[in-house]
C-alpha cells in the first residue's frame, strides 16, 4: 500500500508487533500493510506510516461564513483544503465521496500552502482544514499551522471533535477557530449512526474553549433521530454551561449518501432554534429557503448587527470590530 514516507504521530508498537494508534478514541490496532478506520495509516515494519500527509482532494477560496463560522471575521474569505478519510462513519455524511470513497489526491507541501494562501490576496484570513475530517490530518496540520502563525494567518477546523485530549492540547495552542460538528446529544445516536462515541466530542470541545480557540458548533437536525425537545435543551444547556457565547449552527438535513429519510420539516427546525436559543446568545439555522435566522442580533438590544443573505454579510450593525452600532455592546467573536 502506498505511503508518504512521514511517520505518524500517537502510536505504539505492541508486543504482538502491530501499532495501536492514539490518535482518536477509535483506539484501531493496526497490522502489517493494513489501515485503521480512518484509511489514512498503514503499518510497514515497526513505524506506522501515513498515506495522507500532504495529500488532498479539493482547495478552493470559501466565504469563512461557509465553514459555517459566523463570528470568526465575518465577510472575509479563508483558503480551503480537504484531504480524504474519516474516522466517523456517518451514514448521513454530506461529503462521502471523499470521506468514506477513494478520490484522487494531489501533493502539497506545508510551504506551498502558505504560499496559496499568500497568493489569495489581503481579504484571505488564513487555511481552513476542511471538507473531510482533519483531525486524522493531525501531522500535517500540525506542520502548517506554526508557519501560517508566522505569516499571520490563522489556521480554522472544520472537524468532527473526535480526538483524544493528548494530540488535541499538542494542536490546540497553534489552532486559531475551530467549527465542531456535534452529531447529536446521544451517545446511542453516536454508536448507531456515526459508529463513535459522544463524550470524546464534548470534552473536545470544552477543551477547545478553555484554550483560547474561537468555537462555534453544528448540528445536523435529523427527523426522528436527534430532534426531540428534549435532546435540543440538553445540548444547547450543555453548550451554554461551556459558554452562553458559543454559536451553535443548527442545520437542516437533507436525504445523503445511506440515510434516505425525507427531509427535517422548517417547522421542526423553527421549534428547535426556539428551545436552543432560551439557553445561547446565538443561535443560526442553516439549510433553509429564507435566511430569517441567520442574522447577528445584539444579545443586549436586539439589533441586527449582522445581516446575511447566502454568504453575503453586512456589517453595517457593527462598530468597533465586534460591538453593536446601536448600544456599543461587545459581540462574542473576533474581527
Given at each position: 500500500?502506498?505511503?508518504?514516507?512521514?511517520?505518524?504521530?500517537?502510536?505504539?508498537?505492541?508486543?504482538?508487533?502491530?501499532?495501536?494508534?492514539?490518535?482518536?478514541?477509535?483506539?484501531?490496532?493496526?497490522?502489517?500493510?493494513?489501515?485503521?478506520?480512518?484509511?489514512?495509516?498503514?503499518?510497514?515494519?515497526?513505524?506506522l506510516?501515513?498515506?495522507?500527509?500532504?495529500?488532498?482532494?479539493?482547495?478552493?477560496?470559501?466565504?469563512?461564513?461557509?465553514?459555517?463560522?459566523?463570528?470568526?471575521?465575518?465577510?472575509?474569505?479563508?483558503?480551503?483544503?480537504?484531504?480524504?478519510?474519516?474516522?466517523?462513519?456517518?451514514?448521513?455524511?454530506?461529503?462521502?465521496?471523499?470521506?468514506?470513497?477513494?478520490?484522487?489526491?494531489?501533493?502539497?507541501?506545508?510551504?506551498?500552502?502558505?504560499?496559496?494562501?499568500?497568493?489569495?490576496?489581503?481579504?484571505?484570513?488564513?487555511?481552513?482544514?476542511?471538507?473531510?475530517?482533519?483531525?486524522?490530518?493531525f501531522?500535517?496540520?500540525?506542520?502548517?499551522a506554526?508557519?501560517?502563525?508566522?505569516?499571520?494567518?490563522?489556521?480554522?477546523?472544520?472537524?468532527?471533535?473526535?480526538i483524544?485530549?493528548?494530540?488535541?492540547?499538542?494542536?490546540?495552542?497553534?489552532?486559531?477557530?475551530?467549527?465542531?460538528?456535534?452529531?447529536?446529544f446521544?451517545?446511542?445516536?453516536?454508536k448507531?449512526?456515526?459508529?463513535?462515541?459522544?463524550?470524546?466530542?464534548?470534552?473536545?470541545?470544552?477543551?477547545?474553549?478553555?484554550?483560547?480557540?474561537w468555537?462555534?458548533?453544528?448540528?445536523?437536525?435529523?427527523?426522528?433521530?436527534?430532534?426531540?425537545?428534549?435532546?435540543?435543551?440538553?445540548?444547547?444547556?450543555?453548550?451554554?454551561?461551556?459558554?452562553?457565547?458559543?454559536?451553535?449552527?443548527?442545520?437542516?438535513?437533507?436525504?445523503?449518501?445511506?440515510?434516505?429519510?425525507?427531509?427535517?420539516?422548517?417547522?421542526?427546525?423553527?421549534?428547535?432554534?426556539?428551545?436552543?436559543?432560551?439557553?445561547?446568545?446565538?443561535?443560526?439555522?442553516?439549510?433553509?429557503?429564507?435566511?430569517?435566522?441567520?442574522?447577528?442580533?445584539?444579545?443586549?438590544?436586539?439589533?441586527?448587527?449582522?445581516?446575511?443573505?447566502?454568504?453575503?454579510?453586512?456589517?453595517?450593525?457593527?462598530?468597533?470590530?465586534?460591538?453593536?452600532?446601536?448600544?456599543?455592546?461587545?459581540?462574542?467573536?473576533?474581527?
Amino acid at each position: 500500500m502506498d505511503h508518504t514516507g512521514v511517520e505518524a504521530a500517537h502510536y505504539k508498537i505492541l508486543d504482538n508487533g502491530d501499532a495501536g494508534c492514539r490518535l482518536c478514541p477509535q483506539a484501531c490496532i493496526i497490522t502489517q500493510g493494513k489501515t485503521g478506520k480512518c484509511r489514512t495509516r498503514t503499518l510497514e515494519g515497526r513505524k506506522l506510516r501515513l498515506i495522507n500527509y500532504g495529500r488532498f482532494t479539493s482547495l478552493a477560496v470559501d466565504p469563512i461564513e461557509k465553514k459555517p463560522l459566523y463570528h470568526f471575521h465575518p465577510g472575509t474569505a479563508i483558503l480551503s483544503i480537504g484531504g480524504f478519510g474519516c474516522n466517523l462513519r456517518c451514514s448521513f455524511c454530506q461529503n462521502w465521496s471523499i470521506s468514506q470513497a477513494n478520490a484522487a489526491t494531489r501533493a502539497i507541501t506545508p510551504e506551498q500552502l502558505v504560499r496559496e494562501a499568500r497568493n489569495c490576496g489581503p481579504d484571505n484570513t488564513g487555511v481552513a482544514f476542511t471538507y473531510n475530517e482533519p483531525m486524522i490530518w493531525f501531522e500535517f496540520i500540525r506542520d502548517c499551522a506554526p508557519l501560517l502563525k508566522s505569516e499571520g494567518f490563522a489556521t480554522v477546523l472544520v472537524s468532527n471533535g473526535f480526538i483524544n485530549p493528548e494530540p488535541f492540547a499538542e494542536l490546540a495552542p497553534h489552532v486559531t477557530a475551530l467549527n465542531i460538528d456535534l452529531k447529536s446529544f446521544s451517545d446511542d445516536f453516536y454508536k448507531t449512526y456515526c459508529g463513535a462515541r459522544l463524550e470524546p466530542v464534548k470534552n473536545t470541545i470544552a477543551a477547545a474553549v478553555k484554550a483560547g480557540i474561537w468555537v462555534e458548533i453544528t448540528t445536523l437536525i435529523v427527523p426522528g433521530l436527534n430532534d426531540s425537545d428534549e435532546e435540543i435543551e440538553e445540548a444547547a444547556s450543555w453548550l451554554a454551561s461551556v459558554s452562553p457565547d458559543i454559536p451553535l449552527h443548527l442545520s437542516r438535513y437533507f436525504p445523503n449518501f445511506q440515510m434516505e429519510r425525507a427531509a427535517t420539516p422548517p417547522a421542526t427546525m423553527e421549534r428547535a432554534h426556539g428551545i436552543a436559543k432560551k439557553h445561547l446568545n446565538y443561535v443560526y439555522l442553516g439549510n433553509m429557503s429564507d435566511d430569517s435566522h441567520s442574522r447577528t442580533l445584539c444579545p443586549e438590544c436586539g439589533t441586527t448587527v449582522i445581516a446575511r443573505s447566502g454568504y453575503r454579510t453586512d456589517l453595517s450593525g457593527l462598530k468597533q470590530g465586534m460591538r453593536c452600532a446601536a448600544c456599543g455592546a461587545r459581540i462574542a467573536g473576533a474581527a
